[in-house]
């Protein structure tokens, strides 16, 4: 008989088994493993060429595995078709560049999703795209276009047209280095805000100070690999591999 608590448990947000991955001939994924829980925010961590971008753009299918399984909810992500566009409207995603359409406004920009493939009427969808876009601290810019904004700002709208999806996962990939150093904390405090929310979330970043205070585990690449994965306490004052505390060293010091 069956205890009421493996009833009762959700099977993990995203799941990814033995997952390989190949640029022609370079190989850049090393049979990954990774689980990230409903509600568990985790950050990766790692030096340039890792692969943590790629691994964040694979769980999408943004980029195709060559070989393992991929996962969200216990389902497996089909490799492509309708089934795949379905799936991957539970997944939103902040890139480096914020990829806003230049001659919409930021309303505009972020209600665009949800009437097109939420079929809300454009009222809904115009009203929900200015509660989110409150939200990140913008409810003033709503009719300001791309180019009257920041790019902290645009960073922030790029947010919440992806949050306009109704997401239960999100995926951010270096969302903070294409902006200025002061634009930074603008961004990285709606994310702290919607880590604290509950929101599943994976974080490619190379932003130690967000990945101390708000991930829940911090998973180390390194040449494609995962080398260790801790929880930040542990992570930050006592890493188990000599490549990660080498790694900590030269990024802490600065």
Not at 80 to 109: D, W
Not at 120 to 132: F, I, K, P
Not at 223 to 232: D, K, Q
Request: proline share 5%.
């Amino acid at each position: 008989m069956q205890s009421t608590r493996s009833l009762d448990q959700k099977p993990p947000a995203i799941s990814l088994r033995a997952v390989n991955k190949f640029f022609a001939s370079q190989q850049v994924l090393f049979d990954v493993d990774l689980q990230v829980q409903p509600g568990e925010v985790v950050v990766i961590i790692g030096p340039s060429g890792s692969g943590k971008s790629t691994l964040c753009r694979c769980i999408n299918r943004l980029e195709a595995i060559d070989s393992g399984e991929i996962f969200l909810h216990g389902e497996r992500l089909p490799e492509e078709g309708g089934a795949l566009a379905k799936m991957r409207a539970k997944v939103g995603m902040v890139f480096q560049n914020f990829n806003l359409f230049a001659h919409r406004t930021a309303m505009q920009n972020v209600a665009m999703g949800p009437r097109k493939v939420l079929g809300m009427s454009r009222q809904d969808a115009e009203a929900w795209a200015m509660q989110l876009l409150d939200q990140v601290g913008l409810g003033h810019k709503g009719k300001a276009y791309p180019a009257e904004l920041s790019g902290g700002q645009q960073q922030r709208v790029a947010l919440a047209r992806s949050l306009a999806m109704k997401p239960s996962v999100m995926l951010f990939d270096e969302p903070t280095s294409a902006l200025d150093p002061e634009m930074v904390n603008e961004v990285l405090k709606v994310m702290v805000e919607l880590a604290r929310s509950g929101m599943t979330m994976v974080v490619v970043t190379h932003e130690m100070g967000f990945a101390r205070s708000a991930a829940d585990r911090i998973v180390f690449m390194d040449a494609g690999r995962i080398v260790e994965s801790a929880p930040p306490e542990i992570f930050f004052s006592a890493p188990r591999s000599e490549r990660a505390r080498d790694f900590l060293s030269k990024v802490l010091a600065h």
